[in-house]
């Protein structure tokens, strides 16, 4: 049981490289989610898919842009890698976008951009 | 000034001990509230899930919110060393959908054997 899976778990970029993080959900999850973690910020949510066919922009999406591939796989990809983009990402999926639903998280991508 | 306020720790207690762990918030149209646990190098976990005000039991883990202070808390009973990890609070208004969900910034916690 694989739930929420990210690749890869580290990478490290040059400034100006693109690059993009892959999540794939094993539990028929409608909604799933583009988090950044960040010491002294917490998680902060960078775009979301309510649905399959949807996303919306979260709290911090300038940078950044996602494609929900199928129900299954939610993609985020840096254009333009910048020094301000070195974080811990993490995908989350949820059954519905409601917030009294749990959502599940991924092991996290470690990314660090020199 | 943050919506979610938590401190960061560390937070050192002996095992057995009772653990006390605390967010304050300013927005009060707050009504959902969880706490995550995230051990380290992997994702947050969802530990435990309250609607509006009061407590909420489950095993040696309880929630408490106050909503009069805008102060949760999560009491950790007869602390063991697998507790380590860092508790994240979080909570959202309603009808907000997840997408709303704002999260504090972690108190990590170390119970020694």
């Known amino acids: 049981n694989a739930g929420v899976t990210q690749t890869p778990k580290f990478q490290v970029l040059k400034t100006g490289q693109s690059m993009t993080l892959q999540c794939a959900q094993d539990m028929n999850h409608n909604s799933m989610y583009w988090y950044r973690q960040d010491p002294g910020m917490g998680l902060r949510l960078i775009y979301y898919?309510?649905?399959?066919?949807?996303?919306d922009k979260g709290e911090v999406p300038n940078g950044y842009n996602v494609s929900r591939l199928n129900k299954r796989e939610f993609s985020l990809r840096l254009e333009s890698a910048a020094p301000s983009q070195t974080s811990v990402y993490f995908c989350?999926?949820?059954?519905?976008?409601?917030?009294?639903?749990?959502?599940?998280f991924g092991q996290g991508t470690r990314l660090t951009v020199v | 000034q943050k919506e979610v306020e938590q401190d960061p720790g560390p937070l050192s207690v002996p095992e057995g001990a009772i653990v006390s762990l605390n967010c304050t918030y300013s927005n009060s149209a707050f009504q959902y509230f969880m706490w995550y646990r995230q051990y380290s190098r992997k994702g947050p976990e969802l530990l435990m899930y309250?609607?509006?005000?009061g407590n909420k039991e489950d095993g040696r883990f309880t929630a408490q919110v106050d909503k009069s202070s805008k102060y949760i808390s999560l009491f950790i009973r007869d602390s063991q060393p697998s507790d380590s990890a860092t508790y994240l609070c979080?909570?959202?208004?309603?009808?907000?959908?997840?997408?709303?969900?704002?999260f504090g910034t972690g108190t990590k916690l170390q119970v020694i054997p």
């Open positions: 309250t609607y509006s005000s």
């Open positions: 989350a999926s949820s059954f519905t976008g409601e917030v009294n639903t749990e959502a599940f």
């Open positions: 898919s309510a649905s399959e066919g949807t996303t």
């Open positions: 979080a909570m959202s208004a309603v009808g907000g959908g997840y997408q709303k969900v704002t």
